[in-house]
């Protein structure tokens, strides 16, 4: 391509360089000239797109006729004139391009990270529904209430027991968000219309956890062991939940606490051989057939132990997502309300469920 070039630039300066000495000859002026010129142009082409010239020739010669009109109006009185053009170059968009490359664009967006684990998903915790905002429970007592068994006396009449009970009552919360968004972003961001009712489930889940585990954290007794590994503690904390006649259904703990559980060496504790802390190729981890879960709504350095069915989640209705065009001055200034909310609220049946430390 670029000896096509050379040869289209040669025999179009010979033309020119003829063109010229008729003109002085013919004493033409600067428009009959340029007429020539123009039909010379026409008849050899445009340079292909795909040559190293980083101006078609005839954007150089127009350039050219301008940079030198005081020369050519000479023509006539004998005259000659050197047209120069540039020289060819590589093309590159800082050189070559007027605007913008073409770029193109994901309509997937770089999402924040998920929360693996909710509230919700602790195991042994349930979700209860409720036809109306007020759900009540039956406490039983901590004593058995009156008398207790005991061998009966030939003749005599034999133990009787009573059992209290204390009428508890929950009452929901509504637990909800919105925001407002204009009609004219939705329809030219097209995955707007997916991302923030999946945007609204993260951030709700995210308080709703963290509403949970601060109830859980004010109403649940600590414990103080004397053992410094952690991997020590926790199965001292399993026991004291067993002590309490509760089966423990998870260790829930912070990120942290879970690397250090997997990074204690057997030296590091008294346990033989570390049998008590089992995992998985998942990741998934044990201590003593109890899962380890994290939770990253979990204060620092802070884990629950205990039997988390007696820690029920009480729901009059689940998450709704909605958009709602009518709100407001929506309408005057095209705006879409997109609202998220849930009528819930935690019930803890028994307040030696677990432990807290």
């Known amino acids: 391509m670029k000896n096509e070039v050379a040869a289209i630039d040669t025999k179009t300066s010979q033309l020119i360089a003829e063109l010229?000495?008729?003109?002085?000859?013919?004493?033409?002026?600067?428009?009959?000239?340029?007429?020539?010129?123009?039909?010379?142009?026409?008849?050899?082409g445009k340079l292909k797109a795909e040559s190293e010239a980083t101006e078609s020739f005839n954007t150089q010669f127009q350039k050219a006729l301008a940079e030198n009109f005081d020369q050519i109006k000479n023509v006539s009185k004998g005259n000659t004139v050197k047209f120069d053009i540039?020289?060819?170059?590589?093309?590159?968009?800082?050189?070559?391009?007027?605007?913008?490359?073409?770029?193109?664009?994901?309509?997937?967006?770089?999402l924040r990270g998920r929360r693996k684990v909710e509230f919700r998903d602790i195991p042994g915790v349930s979700v209860v529904p409720s036809a109306t905002?007020?759900?009540?429970?039956?406490?039983n007592n901590s004593t058995v209430g009156e008398g207790s068994f005991g061998n009966q006396t030939i003749g005599s009449a034999k133990a009787q027991i009573d059992y209290d009970f204390t009428e508890t009552t929950v009452t929901?919360?509504?637990?909800?968000?919105?925001?407002?968004?204009?009609?004219?972003?939705?329809?030219?961001?097209?995955?707007?219309?997916?991302?923030?009712?999946?945007?609204?489930?993260?951030?709700?889940?995210?308080?709703?956890?963290?509403?949970?585990?601060?109830?859980?954290?004010?109403?649940t007794s600590s414990y103080s062991t004397t053992a410094s590994v952690y991997a020590e503690k926790c199965i001292e904390w399993i026991g004291a939940v067993y002590g309490r006649d509760y089966t423990p259904t998870a260790i829930v703990t912070t990120a942290q606490n879970w690397v250090t559980?997997?990074?204690?060496?057997?030296?590091?504790?008294?346990?033989?051989?570390?049998?008590?802390?089992?995992?998985?190729?998942?990741?998934?981890?044990?201590?003593?057939?109890?899962?380890?879960?994290?939770?990253?709504?979990?204060?620092?350095?802070?884990?629950?132990?205990?039997d988390f069915t007696r820690v029920k989640i009480i729901q009059s209705s689940g998450l709704a997502i909605q958009f709602f065009e009518q709100d407001a001055d929506n309408v005057t200034k095209n705006l879409v309300t997109v609202r998220a909310e849930a009528d819930v609220a935690l019930a803890v049946?028994?307040?030696?469920?677990?432990?807290?430390a």
């Open 261 to 306: 559980l997997l990074n204690t060496k057997p030296a590091d504790y008294s346990l033989p051989g570390g049998n008590a802390v089992g995992i998985n190729a998942m990741g998934d981890v044990t201590i003593a057939g109890v899962p380890v879960v994290i939770s990253n709504n979990m204060t620092t350095g802070k884990t629950f132990v205990g």
């Open 133 to 139: 905002g007020i759900w009540k429970f039956y406490l």
């Open 86 to 110: 540039k020289a060819v170059g590589d093309m590159t968009a800082a050189n070559n391009l007027t605007g913008n490359a073409v770029a193109t664009y994901s309509l997937d967006p770089s």
């Open 172 to 219: 929901v919360n509504t637990l909800a968000g919105f925001t407002r968004i204009a009609k004219q972003m939705m329809r030219d961001l097209p995955f707007m219309q997916g991302f923030l009712p999946n945007e609204l489930r993260e951030d709700y889940l995210r308080a709703e956890s963290n509403s949970f585990i601060n109830t859980l954290m004010a109403g």
């Open 20 to 44: 010229n000495e008729d003109a002085k000859k013919k004493g033409e002026t600067l428009g009959e000239l340029s007429e020539k010129v123009n039909s010379v142009l026409a008849n050899q």
């Open 349 to 356: 049946l028994r307040s030696d469920w677990g432990i807290y």
